[in-house]
């Protein structure tokens, strides 16, 4: 059964019941299931949006979510336990069992401690996760070899940079290289309650649901890996700690947001000679059209 039916387990009862008539050969194609106050639910598609009443008429008026309606689908995701998700939610999204990750908009709060909350909840996109793999090309797979020095995988929003960041730590550990993962949002391997998650590859170690500026040191420090991988990198700080790595000898996989040689540089704040001391090579994905498949491979 697809990953979709898993992802809408936790919504009201209304809702999941409504979203579970959706035939299975429509669900593959859903990657979000964007829930807005006061407006349709919708489904994003490789093909773009698609209203979710046009799809499932018989079940339209439990589609059309209004303010309160919205609120208690937030609840329902996070089981009635906000608190357990506060350092997520600071950061705009919360992750639920099974890797899907809730992105959360409205009117925010700041304390004074600089963290944000959530006052009121006025939309949530729930992004389905699906425990894909893809063929590695031959210049990716070689690029593993024993002189590995450090790859980007970049492209935007929805382009699969996930599902290649897996694929490529499964053909690391077949070559029998040492393979630690900081999966700070819990979507690389998603795991139980009690840390068990199918299909981790044999060499491979995770640190879930960590900062990747703290997981990256405790991962070199205690894992004692030959390659460390991180989910979207995005920030100068975690850079750093990246290149505090790789001086302990560790090469690094990391995907990034971004487009372009130009927007990769904006995002992290780095110059292209910066870049060129961590990593050697930038793969460049097609984008939402094609998940998985790369657009070209440029040398730093």
């Known amino acids: 059964m697809d990953e979709y039916y898993n ?29 807005r106050s006061e407006r349709p639910v919708v489904f994003s598609t490789p093909n773009g949006p698609v209203l979710a009443p046009n799809l ?22 996070c089981e009635k336990s906000v608190h357990s998700y506060e350092n997520q939610l ?9 890797g899907h990750r809730v992105g959360v908009a409205g009117i925010c709060r ?23 793999f893809v063929p590695l090309p031959p210049l990716l797979q070689g690029s593993l070899a024993d002189s590995f020095h450090g790859m980007i995988l970049a492209g935007s929003p929805g382009s699969g940079k996930t599902t290649l960041l897996r694929s490529i730590i499964k053909a690391a550990s077949e070559q029998g290289k040492k393979v630690a993962v900081v999966d ?21 170690d995770v640190l879930s649901n960590c900062p990747k500026t703290s997981g990256i040191e405790m991962a070199v420090r205690c894992l004692g890996p030959q390659i460390l991988v991180c989910d979207e990198l995005g920030s100068s700080e975690e850079f750093r700690q990246v290149e505090r790595g790789i001086q302990s000898g560790v090469g690094f996989i990391c995907s990034v947001h971004a487009a372009s040689m130009d927007e990769l540089g904006a995002r992290l ?8 001391a961590v990593f050697s090579l930038c793969t ?17």
């Not at 209304?14 to 299975?24: E, F």
């Not at 499932?56 to 329902?76: D, G, I, N, T, V």
């Not at 600071?90 to 099974?98: E, V």
Request: glycine share 4%.
């Open 90 to 98: 600071s950061q705009g999204f919360f992750t639920i069992p099974g």
């Open 7 to 35: 992802a809408i387990q936790r919504l009201p009862v209304s809702v999941r019941d409504a979203l579970a008539q959706l035939p299975p050969t429509f669900a593959v194609q859903v990657h979000e299931i964007r829930l």
């Open 269 to 276: 704040e780095q110059s292209r000679a910066r870049l060129r």
């Open 56 to 77: 499932l008429p018989k079940c339209a008026s439990a589609l059309q979510l209004s303010s309160r309606e919205l609120q208690e689908c937030f609840y329902s995701l």
């Open 184 to 204: 700070e949002r819990q979507e690389l391997w998603p795991c139980d309650p009690w840390g068990n998650s199918p299909r981790i590859p044999l060499n491979c």
């Open 110 to 132: 700041t304390a004074e401690n600089g963290r944000n909350s959530f006052q009121t909840i006025t939309s949530l996109n729930l992004r389905v996760a699906r425990m894909l």
């Open 284 to 300: 460049f994905l097609e984008g939402p059209q094609k998940p998985g498949c790369i657009r070209e491979v440029v040398a730093l």
